[in-house]
């Protein structure tokens, strides 16, 4: 059974930075792209970021491009969002997922198999 596990919420001012961390066990993690999303309240859940199984290609919402960096660690199985210029329209509850693919370029939740429990991050503004 394929888990994911979310890190490096948190509470911040705008302007700041936080990397969120998606650790990954059990299954294939290696060869399936793997996305961020994000979700606010009362907001349906809007794609922000994946990245390639072998992380030769990554994909933005046009909402965080050049802000946000997806990257990926295969050999620790981990997927990492490093988030730069909070702003307040970032405050969400941040997914990582795991695709039903191996290249990326998938934007809607619909594309992704298994799915992280989340964390919050709050930009207070």
């Known amino acids: ?5 979310e890190s490096g919420g948190g509470l911040v001012q705008a302007g700041d930075s936080l990397r969120l961390s998606c650790s990954a066990s059990g299954g294939t ?6 996305g961020w999303f994000r979700q606010a309240p009362g907001k349906e859940r809007q794609f922000v970021a994946d990245i390639s199984w072998d992380g030769g ?11 946000f960096t997806i990257s990926r660690d295969n050999a620790k199985n981990t997927v990492y969002l490093q988030m730069n210029s909070l702003q307040s ?10 695709s039903k693919f191996a290249s990326g370029g998938y934007y809607t939740p619909g594309s ?3 799915w992280g429990q989340g964390t919050q991050v709050t930009v207070s503004s």
Not at 29 to 34: D, E, Q, T
């Open 29 to 34: 993690f290696n060869y399936r792209s793997m």
């Open 1 to 5: 059974q394929v888990q994911l596990v």
């Open 89 to 98: 329209e970032d405050t969400a509850v941040y997914y990582c997922a795991r």
């Open 57 to 67: 290609s990554t994909n933005y919402a046009d909402s965080v491009k050049g802000r």
């Open 112 to 114: 992704y198999a298994y």
